[in-house]
């Protein structure tokens, strides 16, 4: 059975820093692109952050120099690094891994940023 689980967020102040974790279980994890999604209220689901299994990223423009994306293998567990937080950052995060046609996607995690 295919497990993604979140956690790491939480409630925190404008400038304030999460990370936030994604642990999979059931799938050769290192194969796997891993992606990172929000969702605010109101507003379409989003990606945010993207790393391949080469580990190359990619970043949503309104996240450039703020967010990290990062995944140990190892561990099979992916990461988000979120700093300088601002409360347009206030969402749901998914976590999102894909392999050709294989496609999971986490429960979220909310992340509240405010004062």
């Keep these: 059975q295919v497990q993604l689980v979140e956690s790491g967020g939480g409630l925190v102040q ?7 974790s994604c642990a999979a279980s059931g799938i050769g994890f290192s194969v796997y692109a891993m992606n990172w999604y929000r969702q605010a209220p109101g507003k379409q689901r989003e990606l945010v952050a993207a790393i391949t299994s080469g580990g190359s990223t990619n970043y949503a423009d309104s996240v450039k120099g703020r967010f990290t994306i990062s995944r140990d293998n190892a561990k099979n567990t992916g990461y988000l690094q979120m700093n300088t937080l601002k409360p347009d950052d206030t969402a749901v995060y998914y976590c999102n891994v894909r392999w050709g046609q294989y496609e999971y996607w986490g429960q979220g995690t909310q992340v509240t940023v405010s004062s």
């Design 14 to 20: 404008p400038g304030g820093s999460l990370r936030l």
